[in-house]
């Protein structure tokens, strides 16, 4: 989905100056979480430096969508957005990683018992990131 708005010259929201940075700060938090979890899952146990290899993998996403938009007409390419992505990334991972509150309210899946992760196993483990 980032991508695919990378490439329309115009994106609907509000016209408050400043406010595109709070979407690319969200986005870009959701998408790190989701690639930590994706490499959480992959590995099948805890990875030690996975929070900052996702932080990394989002960052030089953030670099190429700005990239990318830069051959998109109408589009211009902003340090503050892609410093904005990889703050938003970077927060998002650190409470994933160190808040098990947020870590469980992520993982409750609707309709089960049991979360994705195994947070029991995984709390004190994921602490050492």
């Known amino acids: 989905m980032i991508f695919l708005a990378s490439t329309r010259s115009k994106i609907a929201g509000p016209s408050i100056e400043g406010s595109d ?3 690319h700060f969200s986005v870009y938090g959701l998408l790190a ?4 979890r ?4 992959s590995k099948g146990k805890i990875v030690r430096h996975a929070a900052w290899l996702s932080i990394v993998l989002v960052s030089l996403y953030g670099v190429s969508d700005e990239w990318h938009q830069s051959f998109t007409p109408g589009r211009s390419v902003e340090f503050a957005d892609w410093l904005a992505d990889t703050l938003g990334g970077a ?3 650190s409470l994933y990683s160190l808040w098990p509150w947020y870590r469980r309210m992520l993982e409750f899946r609707i309709g089960g018992s049991k979360p ?3 947070t ?5 483990a994921i602490s050492n990131l």
């Open 21 to 23: 940075k709070v979407v």
């Open 33 to 36: 979480t989701l690639v930590l």
């Open 38 to 41: 994706a490499i959480l899952q």
């Open 91 to 93: 927060l998002a991972v």
């Open 116 to 118: 994705r992760l195994e």
């Open 120 to 124: 029991a196993s995984s709390a004190g």
